[in-house]
């Protein structure tokens, strides 16, 4: 046992510090053929509808469970069921993560993205038509599990299409681009208005991009190597192999302080932006008006510079050291971003900080994840890692809701409790091998 240890050691040391060719000391971007950006394009559009789905539940929620509740927006039955379904939400996240990328290392990339796509465009159209909360709560599952399944199939797909010397900068660059999903989800909000059914409806244009796959995206050379290996033993292989199921579970739970630190903290945005007006005494109207745009427009913004930077950041400092930067970064920056700030736009300035760091690291995951499994594995142990870690994060949505809603708590000192998540995080990440430099294991 000790032997294989350092055998492995060993290999990996040599894979680090062996130096990269003259061919892959160039600009990350040079030399990268037109298919490799359709790949990047296809993968990442279908990852901004994926956060279109998400997102057009949490803008329209109020409303529609208001609907179909025949309550007031603010009563308790619909804070209740908003819970309620956003918890089924990250189950079927999970369960679909594992279970599309098992369909992608089984029967190859395309096939499985083309399914996970058809799968949340129409569950998600279908929502227009539900009729009662458990209507939207079935829906919601399985629109969960294309979502879920999409990112594990398109994670895998930009690792194993861009070269070494690329890679983390392009996966980057895939996870980034959810920002534009939250965008495209605020427009169609505000385009429907309180027309809850027709923002879901707009859900059914992804199916489009199904063609565009079918056409145009074709299997990559290693996957293709892959299925006519005689290695194929399938997701057992997590529990039977002790490298790769370590791997896993440390993955899973480094995803599940990143998801926690999003739900926990970085959404207490616009509650302390709100807070912040309440206590200059301005009108309860117009602080939820100010408090929505420092959330969804100013604090985005920081997020979304943050996730574009994470993938040069991981190829700067490697993966490992770029997670621990980013997360001590949010344990630094989040008390000043709560106790600092004497105005609202003082907060307005420390928001998108906040953002930046706490939001950022998220992309970092699209480039880590995959790097940790061989092709046969990798879009199975990326999508369980990435949401796998949805369930454990669910369970701190809990204790975070406990501790906001203590009497006498501050909602300042219980967002910076919250933060401390992250010296978990480090002590995980320096558990993770590194892998910048490695080629990808077939």
């Known amino acids: 046992m000790t ?65 179909l509740l025949n309550q007031p927006g603010n009563s308790s039955d619909v804070k209740y069921y908003s819970d309620s379904i956003n918890s089924v939400f990250l189950v079927g996240g999970a369960v679909g993560g594992v279970l599309f990328g098992a369909i992608a290392d089984r029967f190859g990339r395309t096939r499985s993205m083309i399914l996970s796509i058809l799968v949340y465009s129409i569950f998600t159209a279908l929502t227009a038509a539900a009729q009662s909360v458990w209507h939207v709560a079935v829906l919601r599952f399985f629109v969960a599990m294309g979502t879920g399944g999409e990112w594990a199939v398109a994670a895998a797909l930009v690792a194993e299409t861009f070269p070494r010397r690329a890679r983390a900068q392009a996966s980057g660059i895939f996870h980034a681009s959810s920002v534009l999903g939250v965008v495209a989800a605020g427009v169609a909000g505000m385009l429907t208005g309180s027309n809850w059914r027709m923002a879901f409806l707009l859900g059914l244009g992804p199916a489009l991009l199904v063609l565009v796959i079918r056409l145009f995206i074709r299997e990559p050379e290693r996957m293709k190597a892959a299925s006519t290996a005689p290695e194929k033993h399938g997701f057992g ?29 970085l959404t207490a945005g616009g509650d302390l932006a709100r807070a912040q007006l309440l206590r200059d005494g301005v009108d309860l109207q117009t602080a939820e008006r100010k408090a929505k745009f420092a959330y969804s427009i ?43 700030p004497q105005s609202y736009d003082q907060l307005l300035v420390m928001l998108p900080i906040m953002g930046f760091f706490v939001g950022g690291m998220h992309a970092g995951y699209a480039v880590w994840f995959p790097e940790f499994f061989p092709t046969r594995l990798r879009a199975t142990g990326a999508g369980l890692c990435f949401n796998g870690g949805r369930l454990v994060a669910a369970v701190m949505l809990i204790v975070s ?40 294991e077939d």
């Open 3 to 67: 032997d294989d240890r350092s055998s492995e050691t060993s290999v990996v040391a040599s894979q680090v510090s062996e130096p990269l060719p003259l061919e892959e000391q160039r600009a990350w971007y040079a030399g990268i053929t037109g298919y490799q950006w359709l790949v990047l394009l296809v993968a990442s559009a279908g990852w901004i509808f994926d956060i279109y789905e998400n997102q057009i539940f949490v803008l329209t929620r109020t409303t529609m469970l208001s609907d």
């Open 237 to 265: 292989e997590f529990w039977s192999n002790r490298k790769y199921r370590r791997h896993a579970l440390l993955g899973l739970l480094l995803a599940a302080v990143g998801l926690a630190g999003y739900w926990c903290v």
């Open 298 to 340: 100013v604090q985005t913004c920081g997020v979304g510079v943050g996730l574009f930077a994470m993938g040069p950041l991981c190829a700067w400092l490697g993966r490992r050291w770029a997670f621990i930067a980013m997360q001590a970064a949010s344990i630094i920056i989040t008390p000043i971003t709560c106790f600092a």
């Open 401 to 440: 809701a406990s501790l906001k809603a203590r009497p006498g708590m501050d909602l300042r000192m219980a967002v910076t409790i919250l933060s401390l998540i992250y010296l978990i995080g480090i002590v995980i990440a320096l558990l993770l091998p590194e892998t910048h430099g490695r080629a990808l």
